[in-house]
């Protein structure tokens, strides 16, 4: 069996990034959730969806209101920022520095269709000059933060990687997020993850982490023998909200933990506790109907119990079986 790294061994900040976590999921990563997450302590810590930066920089509460839903647990927090503008994204840093966070990544890898259009996420990698630029811009202005990046292995091909991920950790990342897929597969079913992440790892300096399709432990472990130090999980965790700390154990006598199916109420049971406890700032039937359709999937008979639920239903007293 593989081992689980606890931490990555970094040498910026005072926060140390744990070495599994989940990744930026935009539209689910709201304050119910997050509070529910941290509640249960189903996370170390975490990667935000990316705050875009474009035509202007976001002011100091805009950046707050943002990042919010993910201060104030004792968590290290890693903010993810999508543009193309070396300067600019260099002054969204100084305000987000303000807060307590543990690092900045670079959005390089978004397959939207939109973003790439525009030149940002994964479109960036046909633009090295730019990676370099952004990154080294950063490392120079800020050299005591935890500098990270996602990307994906390539545009159309696998192969690109190789021109770019050696000339990203001399530039001065602390490390990458790898998304075995090219940004041309999107999230489809693409064959290789082991190979193209092993070729990763082998080309990388620094520490990895390894993201795309983690649905179980095996998937994880997978990921640590290709070299990986560390996992990120996104839809897979959904899925299975207990999965991080699964991978985590790897190796351990830890107690048993909840099955998926449990683990999902366990964490939907929690969001309505803490909605009904503080209304004004937690509840949302958006955020209820959301969540349940990334954990069930909108065609399950969970997701369409849950939708048909009345607000009192959904903020009542007793825990819901919903198996």
């Given at each position: ?18 070495s599994?976590?989940?990744g930026?999921?935009e539209?689910?990563?709201?304050h119910?959730f997050c509070a ?5 302590k189903?996370?170390?810590g975490w990667m935000?969806?990316?705050i875009r ?8 509460k805009a ?9 104030g647990?004792d968590?290290p927090?890693v ?7 070396h300067r ?8 987000i520095?303000?807060l307590?966070?543990a690092?900045i990544?670079?959005?390089?890898a ?6 790439v259009?525009?030149?940002g996420g ?6 090295p ?6 990154i ?9 933060i935890?500098?990270?990046a996602?990307?994906?292995t ?7 990687m190789?021109s770019?991920i050696?000339?990203?950790c001399?530039?001065g990342?602390?490390?990458l997020?790898v998304?075995?897929?090219?940004v ?7 064959p290789?993850?082991r ?5 990763a ?5 620094v520490p990895i982490f390894?993201s795309g ?7 994880a472990?997978e990921?640590?023998q ?11 965790w959904l899925?299975?909200p207990?999965l991080?700390?699964?991978i ?24 309505r506790?803490i909605a ?5 700032k937690?509840?949302a ?5 959301e969540?349940a359709?990334?954990m069930?999937?909108?065609?399950s008979?969970?997701?369409?119990q849950?939708?048909n ?6 903020m009542?007293e007793?825990?819901?079986p919903?198996?």
């Open positions: 069996m593989t081992p689980c790294p606890s931490v990555l061994p970094l040498n910026h900040g005072k926060w140390a990034i744990p599994v976590i989940p930026p999921m539209g689910v990563m709201h119910l529910a997450v941290a509640e249960l189903l996370v170390s935000t969806p990316f930066i474009s035509v202007s920089v976001p002011g100091h950046i707050y209101k943002f990042l919010e839903p993910f201060l647990y968590l927090v903010v993810q920022l999508l543009g193309s503008d600019k994204i260099a002054d969204a840093v100084a305000a520095l303000e307590d966070v690092g990544d670079l959005n390089f978004c397959p939207s269709k939109r973003v259009q525009h030149g994964g479109a960036m990698l046909k633009n000059d730019a990676m370099r630029r952004i080294s811009t950063l490392r120079e202005r800020y050299p005591q935890t500098l990270s996602k990307i994906r390539g545009f159309d091909s696998p192969n690109e190789h770019y050696p000339e990203l001399s530039c990342v602390d490390f997020s998304h075995y897929r090219t041309s597969e999107l999230y489809n079913p693409s290789g993850r190979e193209r992440m092993t070729s790892a082998q080309l990388s300096s390894g399709d983690v649905y179980s432990i095996n998937d472990i990921l640590f290709a070299g990986c130090s560390g996992v990120m999980g996104a839809r897979g899925k299975d207990m991080l700390k699964r985590q154990n790897i190796n351990s006598n830890s107690p048993s933990l909840p099955t998926p199916e449990d683990a999902r109420n366990i964490l939907f049971n929690s969001m506790s009904k406890n503080n209304p004004s937690f509840y039937r958006s955020s209820f109907i969540i359709a990334f069930w999937g909108p065609r008979q969970r997701f369409q849950i939708k639920m009345s607000d009192s239903k959904l009542g007793r825990s819901l919903l198996g």
